[in-house]
Structure formats: structure tokens, C-alpha cells
């Protein structure tokens, strides 16, 4: 089993910067690919970014390239979202997930295990 916890959420002035941490109970989180999903209100959840188990693969959203990297410290057990240049489509709940297995995929099917979200507000 995995628990994730979404951390660092909060209100922003757009082309402000913030970062997310999911930090992740479990000895098997670092075999885990792991994701950032977003969701705005009245929309579906999507896809934000994603990273492999090792942190050599990584994949991100078109709207968000350039802009957000994903890391993880699995010494720590914990995956970052820095974001930066951020603008007021940005505004979600952002959450954690982790794979059942070591690479990724952009689908929330992909993921077996999530988080309870993050809150970011971008205003203009």
C-alpha cells in the first residue's frame, strides 16, 4: 500500500512561482512511476506531468512545458512540481498519484494510488 500527501498548494499572483511536494508512506514508492494530475472546477482531471521510478524519465502536458519540472528524492520518498511562470488556467487541485508499476502513463487509469489534492489559485 501507498499513501500520498499533497503539500505546498496555496494563492499566487500569476507569473509567481510555487511548489508541490507529495511525500508517500510505503517501502515501495520508489519503484513507483509517479504523476501530477489537476483538476479545475467543472472539469475533468488531467494530466499534468509525470516521472519514472529512477527520475530519468519524464513526460509533461503541452500547457505546462517549459514552465513545470517534476523531481523526486526517493531517498525521501517524496516527488516535487515546481511551477513556475504560472497563470491564472493553472487554478486546480493538484494531485499526487503513483503507478503500479516503474514507468508511467498519462492516463488516471494508469494510477492506482492518489492523493487528496492540493489547492493552487493563480490570479490575474
Known amino acids: 500500500q501507498v499513501q500520498l500527501v499533497e503539500s505546498g498548494g496555496g494563492l499566487v499572483q500569476a507569473g509567481g512561482s510555487l511548489r508541490l511536494s507529495c511525500a508517500a508512506s510505503?517501502?515501495?514508492?520508489?519503484?513507483?512511476?509517479t504523476a501530477w494530475f489537476r483538476q479545475a472546477p467543472g472539469k475533468e482531471r488531467e494530466f499534468v506531468t509525470a516521472?519514472?521510478?529512477?527520475?530519468?524519465?519524464?513526460s509533461y502536458a503541452d500547457s505546462v512545458k517549459g514552465r513545470f519540472t517534476i523531481s523526486r528524492d526517493n531517498a525521501k520518498n517524496t516527488v516535487y512540481l515546481q511551477m513556475n511562470f504560472l497563470k491564472p488556467e493553472d487554478t486546480a487541485v493538484y494531485y499526487c498519484?503513483?503507478?503500479?508499476?516503474?514507468?508511467?502513463?498519462?492516463?488516471?487509469?494508469?494510477?492506482?494510488?492518489w492523493g487528496q489534492g492540493t489547492q493552487v489559485t493563480v490570479s490575474s
Open positions: 516521472i519514472s521510478w529512477s527520475g530519468i524519465s519524464t
Open positions: 498519484a503513483a503507478s503500479s508499476i516503474r514507468g508511467y502513463g498519462s492516463s488516471r487509469y494508469d494510477y492506482d494510488y
Open positions: 510505503g517501502r515501495t514508492f520508489g519503484t513507483r512511476g
